[in-house]
């Protein structure tokens, strides 16, 4: 069941049930793809640190763009194996079709803002949600990259939602700390879909609702209606 740790902010997507507060509309929602769209696939990440040999207390993104353009190029394209290894085992997360037939139906934008290459993003779209679009797709070739909000309000402005408002309308769905840092930096709402990884972030002061499963929003977004947190 979806929880929230604060009221929720918009109005609901089923019109019947009326607008008494005035809360806004929902502009559109940005997703992760790694443990969000696909299962999470962490594993790739302890073996591109022992590729770069770097610990884990270090971002692999800010290393890679740290390095000499000759050495840049041969570590990206190790990354990049490792990506397309996994790439070819990716699970689509519970909920997922359901979701996305869901936001079309009811017409409301989607985009994508992730750390990935787009190959592994190309391949989980046309391989579990053919025909579902996208726009813009935000990969790692866009910086700053997450825990920046810059490619959350990029997708905003391309929207057309820009200024004071950032992203105020948006939502961000993610499963990771720089998902929840980056859509809270920007104004969104965020929405953590919760693993037994990222547990600990369920209280997280950027983390604003949390799901077990991605078709748990669907309810949420018809209804505005969302339970709170209950504090043990």
Same mark, same amino acid.
């Given at each position: 069941?979806?929880?929230?740790? &604060?009221?929720?902010?918009?109005?609901?997507?089923? /019109?019947?049930?009326?607008?008494?507060?005035?809360?806004?509309?929902?502009?559109?929602?940005?997703?992760?793809?790694?443990?969000?769209?696909?299962?999470? *696939?962490?594993? +790739?990440?302890?073996?591109?640190?022992?590729?770069?040999?770097?610990? /884990?207390?270090?971002?692999?993104?800010?290393?890679?763009?740290?390095?000499?353009?000759? !050495?840049?190029?041969?570590?990206?394209?190790?990354?990049?194996?490792?990506?397309? &290894?996994? #790439?070819?085992? *990716? /699970?689509?997360?519970?909920?997922?079709?359901? @979701? #996305?037939?869901?936001?079309?139906?009811?017409?409301? &934008?989607?985009?994508?803002?992730? &750390?990935?290459?787009?190959?592994?993003?190309?391949?989980?779209?046309?391989?579990?949600?053919?025909?579902?679009?996208?726009?813009?797709?935000?990969?790692?070739?866009?910086?700053?990259?997450?825990?920046?909000?810059?490619?959350?309000?990029?997708?905003?402005?391309?929207?057309?939602?820009?200024?004071?408002? !950032?992203?105020?309308? +948006?939502?961000?769905?993610?499963?990771?700390?720089?998902?929840?840092?980056?859509?809270?930096?920007?104004?969104?709402?965020?929405?953590?879909?919760?693993? !037994?990884?990222?547990?600990? @972030?369920?209280?997280?002061?950027?983390?604003?609702?949390?799901?077990?499963?991605?078709?748990?929003?669907?309810?949420?977004?018809?209804?505005?209606?969302?339970?709170?947190?209950? *504090?043990?």
């Amino acid at each position: 069941m979806a929880t929230a740790a &604060r009221p929720w902010r918009f109005a609901p997507l089923d /019109k019947s049930k009326g607008n008494p507060e005035n809360r806004p509309d929902l502009a559109g929602i940005v997703f992760d793809v790694d443990g969000t769209l696909c299962e999470p *696939q962490n594993y +790739m990440f302890a073996e591109m640190r022992a590729l770069l040999g770097i610990p /884990k207390s270090v971002d692999i993104l800010h290393h890679l763009q740290s390095l000499p353009e000759e !050495k840049q190029r041969e570590a990206f394209n190790g990354v990049h194996e490792i990506e397309r &290894r996994a #790439m070819k085992v *990716q /699970k689509p997360q519970p909920g997922l079709l359901e @979701l #996305m037939k869901y936001l079309d139906g009811r017409g409301i &934008r989607k985009g994508i803002c992730t &750390r990935n290459f787009d190959e592994p993003i190309t391949h989980l779209l046309t391989t579990f949600l053919p025909g579902i679009k996208f726009d813009p797709i935000v990969t790692r070739a866009f910086t700053p990259p997450k825990p920046d909000p810059a490619g959350i309000l990029h997708i905003a402005s391309s929207w057309g939602i820009a200024g004071e408002e !950032k992203a105020e309308r +948006m939502i961000m769905v993610g499963d990771s700390i720089d998902d929840m840092t980056a859509g809270a930096r920007a104004g969104a709402v965020t929405v953590l879909l919760v693993n !037994k990884e990222n547990d600990h @972030l369920r209280t997280h002061e950027n983390t604003h609702v949390q799901i077990a499963e991605l078709d748990e929003l669907i309810n949420v977004l018809e209804l505005a209606e969302v339970a709170p947190v209950v *504090q043990s």
